[in-house]
């Protein structure tokens, strides 16, 4: 089994800052690509900002510039360090890895977690 437990997120002013993490646990022999994600109500699931077992970044145009993505291999962990934050990041983030078991590879999320921009 594999669990990733989110932490952080909450309720901030616009302009603000919030971080966010993930940590992975179970039986893993390998963390791959990690990632963040974010769904606002009435909204698809979308990209925000992801990050390879090589630490290369990608960041959804909206978020460049204000949020960094970076990770820790030997925490199986990922953060989300989020400043300048406008009302429209308001969402419910999800983290994402793509984990190497024994039975392959495969997608895991873990459980969500609200961030609120009040303006």
């Known amino acids: 089994q594999v669990a990733l437990v989110e932490s952080g997120g909450g309720l901030v002013q616009a302009g603000g800052s919030l971080g966010l993490s993930c940590a992975a646990s179970?039986?893993?022999?390998?963390?791959?690509?990690m990632g963040w994600y974010r769904q606002a109500p009435g909204k698809q699931r979308e990209l925000v900002a992801t990050?390879?077992?090589?630490?290369?970044?990608n960041y959804a145009d909206s978020v460049k510039g204000r949020f960094t993505i970076s990770r820790d291999n030997a925490k199986k962990t990922v953060y989300l360090q989020m400043n300048s934050l406008k009302p429209e990041d308001t969402a419910v983030y999800y983290c994402?890895?793509?984990?190497?078991?024994?039975?392959?590879?495969?997608?895991?999320w873990g459980q969500g977690t609200q961030v609120t921009v009040s303006s």
């Open positions: 994402n890895m793509k984990i190497t078991r024994f039975l392959g590879l495969a997608d895991y």
């Open positions: 179970g039986s893993i022999t390998r963390v791959n690509d």
């Open positions: 990050i390879t077992s090589g630490s290369m970044t």
